[in-house]
């Protein structure tokens, strides 16, 4: 186990920029699906309020 858990930590310390992009796809990956489900609620509610005004 302890060779398993140094050779990761090996290998993302020598591989840096790697570690980053995943890292950034995961961020970016999550934003996205949080938006996703966010945006049809907002676009409801505003289209809502605007038939309210008429």
Do not use: C, H, W
Not at 39 to 46: E, F, Q, S, V
């Amino acid at each position: 186990m302890k060779f398993i858990i140094k050779s990761i930590l090996k290998n993302m310390f020598e591989k840096k920029f790697r570690i980053f992009l995943i890292i950034l796809s995961i961020t970016v990956s999550t934003s996205l699906f949080f938006a996703s489900i966010a945006i049809p609620d907002t676009l409801g509610k505003i289209y809502t309020v605007k038939l309210a005004m008429q």
